[in-house]
T-cell receptor
């Protein structure tokens, strides 16, 4: 069974802390994504990567950075966490290929609370 | 820029009743369209997708959606609701005419099923 694994389901951090959210996929997918999910706002794209060491900003990149050193791993970094970054973070991956094949496979999510 | 509107943040139906969840897209050309479902404390999983092959798309768990270009809609239906359908449902789009690989999601509709 294909899988996207997010290392932490629940995290509690303090304002100003550096936070790492890790995501690993075992499907050899080229594309990986980080979304945040907030009630009433749906999912909003933070960053995505289409290859190792490649990254592109999504719709709400401010306050975040990412790292993709290996194909299977995509990390989301909050350099200095703030309370408005309290949210559910969802990682996803997809293959590159035939049109319409970009079905995203999601991890279970990481719920971050910043105090 | 493309966008997705889901009418109704909450929908409540009785068990056995018709389920209708609405999704309208805004795009200059018909996009790829997706419906995802999120059960409590889980990530998103794909219900169905439209890739221009057929306007009526059948998905898992008895759900289907019809692409209507004239109405820019992709509403999700199920003839008879089951208690296990209670979840949050997200409509998403991706353009066919660009290289953008990420999906743009709607704000979600929470489906309640009453016994």
């Amino acid at each position: 069974d294909v899988k996207v694994t997010q290392s932490s389901r629940y995290l509690v951090k303090r304002t100003g802390e550096k936070v790492f959210l890790e995501c690993v996929q075992d499907m050899d997918h080229e594309n990986m994504f980080w979304y945040r999910q907030d009630p009433g706002l749906g999912l909003r794209l933070i960053y995505f990567s289409y290859d190792v060491k490649m990254k592109e900003k999504g719709d709400i990149p401010e306050g975040y950075s990412v790292s993709r050193e290996k194909k299977e791993r995509f990390s989301l970094i909050l350099e200095s966490a703030s309370t408005n970054q309290t949210s559910m973070y969802l990682c996803a991956s997809s293959p590159t290929g035939a049109p319409g094949a970009n079905v995203l496979t999601f991890g279970a999510g990481s719920r971050l609370t910043v105090l | 820029a493309q966008s997705v509107t889901q009418l109704g943040s909450h929908v409540s139906v009785s068990e056995g009743a018709l389920v209708l969840l609405r999704c309208n897209y805004s795009s200059s050309v018909p996009p790829y369209l997706f419906w995802y479902v999120q059960y409590p404390n889980q990530g998103l999983q794909l219900l169905l997708k439209y890739t221009s092959a057929a306007t009526l798309v059948k998905g898992i768990n008895g759900f289907e959606a019809e692409f209507k270009k004239s109405e820019t809609s992709f509403h999700l239906t199920k003839p008879s609701a089951h208690m296990s359908d209670a979840a949050e449902y997200f409509c998403a789009v991706r353009p066919m005419d660009t290289g953008r690989r990420a999906l743009t999601f709607g704000s979600g509709t929470r489906l309640q099923v009453q016994p």
